[in-house]
């Protein structure tokens, strides 16, 4: 298992006690503001958000293509737009201001930030208690601009 934090080198060979410790340095005011933990051939979890407002996603790769998906405590269709932010430095946005537009039934809280990588570190599987809703064609009507801070998270990195 691969850990990435932003701030941080990769921890290749992760424990789940890394991923823990992680979780609780994204708590902080000034800590890494997004967290990455890859199980196997590019397929990963990510939480990015500040304040105790996060949004979770999975990535599964087979082959050439994905299913992505982002955790949410709604499934209705119709819902409101929302922002998170992340990100300690940025071109475009103060430090911690960088936008991820999401919906808000999608945007969550520490505790299920701890749930979903947790779970996803120990099985590389999503965690099937929370609600995923499958974005996949969003990430890849969005991967076409992904040089655009803007955009949804394709995958949380420094660049």
Known sequence: MLLKREGHRDLPNATIEDVVRAIDEMARPDGPTYLVVEHGEDSYAQAAGTEGRCVIESRTIFGEGFQHF????????????????????????????????????????LTDVERALLTYAATGERDEGLRWRDVTLEMVKDFKRRDDDDGEIAQIAPR
Not at 83 to 100: A, D, G, L
């Open 70 to 109: 982002r955790v949410c405590r709604d499934l209705v269709a119709a819902d409101a737009a929302a922002v998170v932010h992340y990100r300690q430095n940025c071109s475009k946005h103060p430090p911690r201001r960088c936008p991820i537009r999401v919906l808000e039934s999608e945007v969550c809280g």
